[in-house]
């Protein structure tokens, strides 16, 4: 039965911010029935909870501000660069007021729970003012850092005397003159309200577990160049921040830290300092997220910094940060910081040396064996202790809410081990549940006024698209889910922002788990990935409505992040296929682009000489010998590039790697290539170098009967039918086969050469052309062309073959291990998804196949001592 009580809408809102505000805006622009639940008794969100004395945005004020009403433009005018919380309140109470917002928000409401009604298809909202509400849609617009983290410090009740947070300051101030007083905490909120603090106490401690790097704000009139580029052209203004990286106009750098002189480097440093800006602190090297190396030198600059205006040596290290990498906790900016710790009454006390043992009724007691050999309590007396240790970020809010879905599940127990959403928006098995800038999406990496206008405005156009077509729910699919969680850390494991004890780990909650809760590939390349998402039929979606559901299952971003950002650079430098460059260009061309990638690992030595082929002629081949002693297994190494282009320093980097790391000695062979010596020369000189590397062995410093073979590609064929003739003829024995994206069957067309035909740098077209050069038609169904076509793989040795998602040869070379299986050889046969043709010799340039790599190198290893224990 229904309460009287209880409100039916469209859509629940819960969440009165910038966030919910524009929310509800956008569903009275559309027609729909909303109301707004807040437990605050006005607007503002963040803005209405953190009145501590300092407290500002840390972005300019020009970059955080709604872009949805032109006339708001006109209407506020900013009076500082970075506007104080107040006048930023005051700007949310302005829109408030000018779109009339008020009248569909129910203030000092907060929500308890919520429930899935599967039958009714609608979302059941309970308050703790007794009224329930129902809609068919609930958008949480609850923030990313509302839920203030309990603080975790023994005797916190204890305390007597005045205690505050920062996240939940008195709305009439506090006035702290007179008194001794205790901050805890320096993040961003501990960092703005310190120098404030300071100015009025009698006394300051401040109790720093983690240094933070702070930069200093310059705060002061608007009037800089930013303001003048606003001004001229806003919508423009606007756009270029929606396909930026963290949602403010930005120019991304093309060069490295490591590239320019330390002269060069100081005085970009010191020019970016001086505009007082987080947005531009890692502007102007390409790689501080990515490189240590590089991220040190900025490091270093800051660092720099607080010891010139830090005047006691000893606090001056106190705070330097250096047990992380500059923003990979969350940098602040700051008025005056650092400068605090040289007031007299100014005392910093290091928790990592000297920690709280307990807060008393009258203060706090740490642990300091400086004061005596016996006695190592020193206690603190205080009037006054502020919390600024910060919030259970990103999920606290969200999983705040008792929230149970579909079956009955809980929200909290779906999230047990990391919140699992789909593109941050929403979750499978709670359909119709929308997240405003969730976990999984830019949100706190970016401005957030950008990330929140983004949210609204996809939730409304998903509601308008469902409502029209007569949709009744909508969820992501397991699989589009799991892989954007997937997806989202593979980025983040590409930077060093998981390598932080950071809250946007998780890790300032105790046992919360730690995943990395922002997607960090930017706000423009997400914005794409989510209008790519609309445009492919709301892609990793099912949409169930009187007709039954449709499962739009899929995958956004199938290929790894390191994998997708070299195709797109490929792409934008449109470069002619190789098959229209002639046989002379491509090989010239591969010559060069071979040249410019990282040269892999060191290796002992690095000799080239000539064994000879199969018809006698001379061919080329470079050892790479490891530094360890030998004697060492032998592997005959057979480089790609189509029977056609390639060479030793084609793939140098891939054979020192595997030098290295299998601990054995790689011959790289340059067998003879077509068109010049078609079929069968490639195939015949595979056979010959192998016979005589084992001949030769002892000279070579090898281990005589610990002989594999590898190639990658076309080597890998040429390994493969070598491995194939060497069982024939009796001779070499070959210990094992490593075979890397092998070519093993020209003569059918398979389902991979028409699904990877296009994009992935080995074309359908390039490997016709390749096949061309090498062997005639008739030639295709000889197993020395087409392995996978020999009468019997039995008795084979054993076998590493690796395959790629996105290759043209993922499906011969899935082929040819599962005919090897069949066969009774014992065969590892590794499928990677995500990887294209060309990603896994790719030492050191692509970090997601590092563990194809890892892989070959083992089994090279295990392919040589078994050979030692059948010896
Ligand atoms: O919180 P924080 P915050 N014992 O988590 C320490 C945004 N924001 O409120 O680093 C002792 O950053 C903790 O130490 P550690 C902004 O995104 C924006 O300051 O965990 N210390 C840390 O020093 C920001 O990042 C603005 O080792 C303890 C501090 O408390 C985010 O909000 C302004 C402790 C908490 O720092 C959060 O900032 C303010 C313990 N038990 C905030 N527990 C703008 O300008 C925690 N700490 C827009």
Request: charged share 20%.
């Amino acid at each position: 039965m229904r309460d009287i009580n209880t409100i039916d809408v469209d859509v629940v809102i819960v969440g009165a911010g910038f966030a919910g505000m524009y929310q509800l805006v956008q569903m009275r622009r559309a027609g729909l029935s909303a109301v707004v639940l807040e437990t605050a008794d006005d607007v503002g969100g963040t803005w209405y909870w953190n009145r501590y004395p300092g407290a500002r945005c840390d972005i300019l004020t020009v970059d955080y501000s709604y872009s949805w009403d032109p006339e708001l433009e006109k209407d506020w005018i900013w009076s500082e660069r970075y506007a104080t919380q107040p006048e930023i309140l005051r700007y949310a109470q302005f829109v408030a007021d000018k779109h009339d917002l008020r009248r569909d928000i129910r203030f000092n409401t907060k929500v308890t729970s919520a429930q899935w009604n599967s039958d009714a298809k609608r979302w059941r909202i309970h308050t703790d003012s007794g009224n329930d509400v129902t809609a068919q849609f609930y958008v949480m617009a609850t923030g990313c850092l509302s839920m203030p983290k309990v603080p975790d410090i023994e005797g916190t009740d204890r305390f007597n005397g005045e205690v505050y947070f920062t996240n939940s300051w008195p709305h009439d101030g506090v006035d702290f003159s007179g008194k001794r007083v205790a901050v805890i905490g320096t993040g961003s909120s501990g960092i703005q309200s310190i120098p404030i603090i300071a100015s009025q106490a009698d006394q300051l401690t401040v109790f720093q577990r983690t240094p933070n790097f702070s930069v200093p704000a310059h705060n002061g009139p608007i009037a800089d160049e930013r303001l003048v580029a606003y001004r001229q052209d806003p919508a423009a203004y606007r756009e270029e921040a929606r396909h930026s990286g963290i949602g403010v106009p930005t120019t991304p750098a093309d060069v490295s830290a490591l590239e320019v002189s330390p002269q060069e480097r100081e005085a970009t440093y010191e020019e970016v300092w001086q505009r007082g800006e987080l947005a531009h602190l890692l502007e102007p090297y390409n790689d501080l997220r990515i490189s240590a190396e590089s991220n040190d030198t900025i490091r270093c600059f800051i660092h720099n910094k607080i010891r010139e205006i830090v005047k006691d040596p000893e606090v001056a290290e106190l705070l330097c940060p250096t047990n992380h990498y500059f923003a990979t906790k969350r940098p602040c900016l700051d008025s005056g910081y650092y400068a605090t710790y040289n007031l007299p009454q100014v005392r910093l006390v290091d928790l990592q040396k000297q920690p709280i043992e307990t807060i008393t009724e009258s203060g706090i007691n740490i642990v300091n064996p400086a004061i005596s050999a016996k006695e190592k309590t020193e206690s603190m007396a205080f009037d006054a202790i502020v919390f600024a240790t910060g919030f259970d970020a990103m999920t606290g809010a969200i999983v705040g809410v008792d929230i149970t879905g579909r079956n009955d599940e809980s929200l909290r127990d779906a999230w047990a081990h990391g919140p699992q959403t789909y593109l941050g928006l929403m979750t499978v098995g709670f359909p119709n549940l929308f997240m405003i800038t969730g976990p999984g999406s830019p949100s706190v990496l970016s401005n957030m006024m950008v990330s929140i206008e983004q949210h609204v405005d996809l939730i409304t156009d998903t509601i308008k698209h469902l409502r029209a077509n007569g949709v009744d729910t909508i969820e992501p699919t397991e699989l589009a889910q799991r892989r954007w969680v997937q997806h989202s850390n593979e980025i983040a494991d590409l930077t060093l922002l998981p390598t932080a004890n950071s809250w946007y780990m998780g890790a300032n909650v105790p046992g919360k788990p730690q995943v990395f809760l922002p997607y960090p590939g930017g706000v423009g390349e997400y914005r794409k990935i989510c209008e790519e998402m609309v445009t492919r039929g709301y892609l990793g979606f099912a949409l169930t409505g009187a007709d039954g559901t449709q499962s739009n299952d899929g995958v956004i971003r199938p290929l790894k992040p390191d994998v997708q950002e070299l195709l797109s650079i490929m792409a934008e430098m449109a470069l002619p296929p190789l098959e229209t460059m002639g046989v002379e260009g491509a090989r010239a061309f591969m010559e060069a682009s071979g040249a410019n990638m990282p040269p892999g690992p060191e290796v002992g030595e690095i000799i080239d000489g000539t064994l000879p082929g199969a018809d006698g002629t001379p061919l080329a081949y470079r050892l790479y010998r490891p530094a360890t002693a030998g004697p060492h297994p032998m592997v005959a190494y057979y480089h790609g590039g189509g029977w056609v282009v390639g060479s030793a320093t084609s793939d140098d980097p891939l054979c020192r790697y595997l030098c290295v790391k299998s601990d054995s000695i790689i011959i790289s062979v340059n067998y003879r290539h077509a068109p010049e010596a078609r079929f069968p020369a490639a195939a015949d000189d595979g056979l010959a170098a192998a016979n005589w590397i084992s001949d030769h062995a002892e000279e070579l410093g090898g281990r005589p009967g610990q002989l594999s073979v590898a190639g990658w590609s076309a080597g890998a064929n040429i390994a493969a039918v070598t491995t194939q003739q060497a069982k024939l003829a009796g001779t070499p024995v070959i210990a094992g086969q490593v075979l890397l994206n092998p070519a093993t069957d020209a003569s059918t067309v398979r389902q991979s050469h028409i699904d990877n035909a296009e994009g992935y740098v080995l074309t359908t077209s390039l490997m016709n052309w390749f096949c061309d050069q090498y062997c005639d038609p008739a030639d295709r169904i000889n197993p020395k062309a087409s392995p996978l076509l020999a009468d019997t793989l039995s008795g084979l040795p054993p076998a590493l073959v690796i395959t790629c998602e996105f290759d043209p040869l993922r499906d011969e070379g899935d082929a040819y291990a599962e005919a090897l299986a069949a066969a009774g050889v014992q065969v590892q046969h590794l499928q990677c998804p995500g990887q294209t043709h060309t990603a896994i010799p790719a030492v050191d340039a692509m970090v997601t196949s590092e563990y194809a790599r890892v892989a070959m190198a083992d089994a090279l290893r295990k392919f040589s001592s078994a050979a030692v224990v059948g010896h």
